[in-house]
C-alpha cells in the first residue's frame, strides 16, 4: 500500500497574503511545496492530500494542484472553523482557526492508507521521505505504531536569530514527549535554549527536534476527535487556544494510546524564520540542483 502525502497548507493565504505571494526558491521559479511533493512521487507515495480553504480553493487548484495532477493522484480536504464535533461551536470574536491537530482531522474523509504529514512551507529534503515512506510501507493501517523524521538541532538553526524548536525525548529510539523550547542558537559545541519560564537548557549539536514531520496510520483520526472534544470542552472558549499536533501526540503517548519511532536524519531542514533566510533556502536549493539532487526545471514535459 503506497502511502499518502499529507500537506497543511490552509494557512498559506494568511501568512503570504494571497498565493500570488507565493515566494519562489528554486531556479525555475519552484516554490517549496514542489520539492515536497517531487521527493514524495519519488519515495514511492501514491497520493497528496492538500489542506487548504475554501475562500481560495480555486486559485490553490490552478496555481499549485494542477502542476501535480498527471504525476500523483491529487486530493483537496478544507479546514473549516465551523467543522467541529457535535455538541461544540465557535464562540463568538473566534476568528483563528483550531490548528494543526484540527487541520489533519479535516482530511479524516479523504485517507483511508498511511500517510505522512508536513507543512506547505517547511524543505525536509528527499532523505526525510525515504526514511519515512520505508515505514509507512510496511505499517497496518489500524496500527497506532507511529513514526516520525527526527532533525539534528544543529541542520534547524538560523544565522540571523533564535528559533523556537520542539525537541524530542526520547528513550530507545522512542519518544517519551515533545518539549517546545525557544531561542535556541548555537553556542560553540553545544545548542542553548530557554523554556517557557526563561530557565537556560543546553543540547549536544545532533540532539533530534521534530519539525512536523510525522508518519501516522488512520486511526489517528479517531484519537484526534476524542481529543479535539476534550480540547474543546477545556479551552473552547479561549479565541486564541490550538489544538495542536505535538500536543496531541504527547498525550496519546503519555496514555498509552500510541507509540512513535523517531527515523534520525542527517537532511538539513529549510525554513524562513528571518527574512533573511530567504536567500540562504535559495542559495542551498541552488546548491541541491548544482550537485544533481533536483533537475531543473524541476517538473520538466
Known sequence: MKPTLLVLAAGIGSRYGGLKQLDPVGPAGEVIMDFSVFDAIRAGFGKV??????DFEQQFK???GAKYEKRIEVAYAFQDINDLPAGFSVPKGRVKPWGTGHAI?????VIREPFTMINADDFYGSEAFELIARELCASNSASTDWCMVGYKIVNVLSAFGGVTRAMCDMRGGELKSIVERFEIKREGDLVEAQDKQGEEHTYPLDALCSMNFFGFTPRLFQLLDEGLRAFLAKHGDDLKAEYLIPSAVNDFIAAGMASMAVLSCD???FGVT???????????IRALVTQGAYPTPLWQA
Not at 492530500?49 to 475554501?54: D, G, K, P
Not at 482531522?105 to 474523509?109: E, L, P, S, T, V
Open 274 to 284: 528571518y527574512p533573511d533566510d530567504k536567500a540562504r533556502v535559495q542559495a542551498s
Open 49 to 54: 492530500v492538500f489542506v487548504i480553504r475554501h
Open 62 to 64: 490552478q496555481a499549485i
Open 267 to 269: 537532511a538539513t531542514w
Open 105 to 109: 482531522m479535516a482530511a479524516r474523509d
